[in-house]
């Protein structure tokens, strides 16, 4: 496998793939299941007088990408909002910070949302929260000879590192079938 024609703007990557097309889709595979993500995990309640049950809240908030700012051992933050709109910034953390300023919850005069946010690092695998790229995806030259390729990270993480983890990812998989073959 061989690359050419990297190009990064910002969250986003650009490159040509030269081989196998079998080897574009192995890597994008490796890209949305095996680079492991900080991301919400469970949700806390303590006080929750919106009209919004408990799950859809924490399902808002498990699916917001938050970048990991200090390698601390805090992995829970705390939201507390009364008497108005939730919003990411409300979310209080040494260790990490929502990537986006966005709403969490609509709320009117005289609701309180108040929770802990436990935070995990798990693989794109396990669920869609802990995928660190979207619009994943490939184009075959005409020639057939490459493939046009392109990612963007969610959570503020260089895409050139996130490329790097999903290609280890490959080599520990093929060296564990390998192995597994020779054994």
């Known amino acids: ?3 050419s024609e990297l190009y990064t703007d910002g969250t986003a990557m650009r490159f040509r793939l030269h081989g196998r097309v079998s080897m574009a889709n192995a890597l994008r595979r490796a890209l949305l299941h095996d680079v492991p993500m900080w991301a919400p995990d469970r949700v806390v309640f303590r006080k929750n007088t919106t009209c919004q049950p408990d799950e859809y809240i924490a399902h808002r908030i498990g699916m ?5 700012v200090d390698e601390g051992d805090d992995t829970v933050l705390e939201l507390s909002v009364s ?3 939730a919003l990411t910034s409300d979310i209080v953390s040494n260790a990490f910070g ?3 300023h966005q709403d969490v919850m609509s709320m009117m005069p005289g609701q309180t949302l108040d929770c802990s946010i436990l935070m995990r690092r798990d693989c794109g695998r396990v669920h869609s929260r802990f995928c660190p790229v979207a619009g994943v995806g490939y184009e075959i030259a005409p020639t057939g000879d490459s493939v046009c390729f392109q990612f963007e990270t969610i959570n503020g993480q260089c895409p050139t590192g996130v490329l790097f983890a999903a290609i280890d990812s490959l080599v520990n998989r093929l060296d564990v079938c390998v192995k597994g073959c020779v054994d």
Do not use: K, S
């Not at 917001?64 to 990991?68: E, K, L, N």
């Open 83 to 85: 008497d108005r709109d």
């Open 1 to 3: 496998m061989r690359l």
């Open 98 to 100: 929502a990537v986006h």
């Open 64 to 68: 917001i990408p938050f970048a990991r």
